[in-house]
């Protein structure tokens, strides 16, 4: 891996994957809504952020998404449901990473072999979903979860080599987690970024459009 993109790269997971790929010797370049002005839930953001970039990349590594957003919070209950947290979370959590997606096609190469990863969550899981609850925030990975899984499809036809990948990286120790964290284990944003980045490191062309956990085992849709 010789250049990367990281978007989100502001945050606490883009940060410290942009600071291990650096780490690693990898030109990586970032955008995020803090420095950069990157709306992912306007077309046009997303379009101009992506006109100005150049070259290729081997890794496009998407580390955006959104618990909370303004003022709704995940629900406990279908009482809490609303349009509006709803709308939110689809356009934040599924359409700007599809948005990436779609504008950043034209720098992952088709003569070798390339990465596009994006964060997703076990609770996107709906084989996994034992607790209910969470109504708009697990919609809007699974949602995810379902775009990639086509783009995967897509991209086998143009890019052979390349592979998409949902990941889950575990509760992680972030200002997005520490009010809903409660009794799970967490980890560092450091110690989250080497395990993603080794799962996609180790990531193989037959495993593009798949849902895999820190230590790249499957989760179920």
């Known amino acids: 891996m010789k250049r990367a993109l990281v978007i ?49 990349f081997d890794l496009i ?3 955006t998404g959104a618990l909370v957003i303004e003022g709704h919070e995940p629900e406990r209950a279908l009482k809490d449901l609303s349009g509006e947290g709803l709308t939110n979370q689809f356009l934040t959590n599924a359409m700007g ?11 992952l190469p088709k003569d070798r072999r390339a990465v596009f990863a994006v964060l997703s969550a076990r609770v996107g899981s709906i084989g996994d979903n034992k607790l209910g609850g969470w109504h708009s925030y697990r919609a809007s990975k699974a949602a ?10 897509e991209l086998k036809r143009t890019h052979k080599q390349a592979i998409v990948l949902c990941l889950h990286p ?14 799970h284990k967490t980890v560092s944003p450091e110690v989250a970024a080497g395990d993603l980045l080794q799962v996609i490191i180790n990531s193989t062309a037959e495993q593009s459009g798949t849902f895999l956990d820190y230590a790249g085992q499957q989760i179920p849709w």
Do not use: C, W
């Not at 420095?35 to 839930?41: A, F, Q, S």
């Not at 990473?97 to 720098?107: D, S, V, Y």
């Not at 995810?144 to 499809?153: F, P, S």
């Not at 575990?170 to 009794?183: D, I, L």
């Open 170 to 183: 575990g509760t992680v120790a972030t200002a997005f987690t520490e009010k809903y964290a409660g009794r």
């Open 61 to 63: 590594f998407v580390a």
């Open 144 to 153: 995810l979860n379902q775009l990639m899984h086509g783009a995967a499809i």
């Open 8 to 56: 989100g790269a502001s945050g606490g997971i883009g940060s410290a994957v942009t600071g291990h790929l650096r780490e690693l010797g990898v030109e990586t370049h970032q955008l995020s809504r803090k420095d950069d002005g990157l709306e992912v839930t306007s077309e046009p953001s997303v379009a101009s952020a992506f006109e100005q970039l150049d070259g290729t």
């Open 97 to 107: 990473p599809a948005l990436i997606l779609k504008h950043g096609l034209r720098l």
